[in-house]
């Protein structure tokens, strides 16, 4: 992942750069040749005792690139399988089909079982301007490639992904490796697109210059990203210098929550970090982090004097949807300008969806629904476009949870961060994700740089833990000395990929 460009591209804007590159003189088949020529390189270099290859081919112009790897394949003596659904529409995919077959490429129509003598199935069958679920028979054909004992190379997008939003309505190819062109499409990387990408091989087919114009969508995170915008610390430096952080939290039997957050506040450079939580929880919090300063909270007055003391105020780990948990958050919200709003406060702002100017919220997508008021699915299936509306709407950075987290400003480009893993899915993990943005806003980042780099160290720091024992079973607790190591050298990620687990 370290190789590929950070910017990310819609299919619009990806077409809006071909056209340039049209206009500038360089024909559709041209690209489409490059196209072939690279995605057939790459087959050749990962599976180089490959001997039987099954090229898979749609309609389209992403089946056009599928008939050029077809006849370079047959030319280098090759057995190559051409198999072909739907006519090809545009002249050169036609003339890449004419060319496979005076190759020696054979050419056959669909039928069950047609992949099962094969070593590498190329999916060539839909691009990215595919815009809802595959029907009969692509949806056959995708099973089939899913179900054969042989690695799967992807050309351009995986079939069946939308390339605007990661979204899989019905079938969907799972490729081994998938080779992209010109600009990188945001869908490989957020909702679904993880779970069939495989790994990812880029070229810009040497449009360089046309894609500068084009301002990107999303900007994929990164560790130099990350180092960018931390702050350095001189020898001088003391306590009061990085910020003092409230969490306010950690109701009648939610302990727990508070003193993840709390605790990755500290690994993540807090200056001083004091937990505001029900009487019922002091003792518990206080014991697991003779570090944190604990606050007993009855009510509300017991809270109106900590608020104007701190630099960051994060509510919601453990803080309840009771009376007493109602209480605190709309004292914070009348008092003070809360920095980070998670969890439970995400639940109890859903039921008036108040503004929160300057704030940063952290829904998941059951979360981020309820904030829209409208099904989850819908979250699911557009999330981009669900980051937008929930900016927009409370006028807050979101940073939307999942595979492939968003982290969304109103206007500006989003921030997708490709690091995590099926691990997180576990107890207490968006706690420590809100205690590590509300340190780094306590020192002084804005809330799009402390959304930004607080969640590519956290789902960092989970990628580090992984390998030692493997992904599931992994505990928000197991990433405390991983936050503090990327805080402090975050190229350290780097030396693992989602692919080492």
Known sequence: MTSLPAQLYTTDQVRRIEQRVFSAGTAAATLMQRAGLHTYRILRRRWPKARRVSIVCGPGNNGGDGYVIAALAAKAGLQTQLIQ???ARSMGAQAALSQARKAGAKLIPYHAGALRDTDVVVDALFGIGLT?????PFTEII???????APCLSVDIPSGLLAD?????????????TATFVGLKIGLFTGRGPDCIGEVLFDDLGVGESVQVETQFA???SSRWVRTVLPFREASFHKGQAGHLLVVGGGSGMAGAAWLAGAAALRCGAGRVTIACHPTSAPAIGAGSPELMVQSVSGPADLTGLLDQMDAIVVGPGLGRDSWGSALLALVLDKADPSLLDADALNLLSWDRQPVSGSIVTPHPAEAARLLGQPTGDVNADRPRAARAISKALNAVC??????????SDEEPLLL?????PGMASPGMGDLLSGVIGSLRAQGLSPLQAAGAGTWIHSAAADLAAPVGGAIGLVASDLMP????????????DEVSRHSF
């Open 85 to 87: 659904q739907g006519e």
């Open 132 to 136: 809802s679920a595959p029907r009969a």
């Open 143 to 149: 099973a089939e490639i899913n179900s054969v004992d």
């Open 165 to 177: 939003n990661g979204a899989a309505a019905g079938s969907l190819v799972k490729a081994d490796v």
């Open 219 to 221: 900007s994929r995170l």
């Open 399 to 408: 940073v939307l949870k999942g595979s492939g987290t968003l982290v969304c």
């Open 417 to 421: 961060c490709d690091r995590g893993n």
């Open 482 to 493: 991983y936050l503090r190591l990327l805080r402090n050298c975050p190229d350290k990620a």
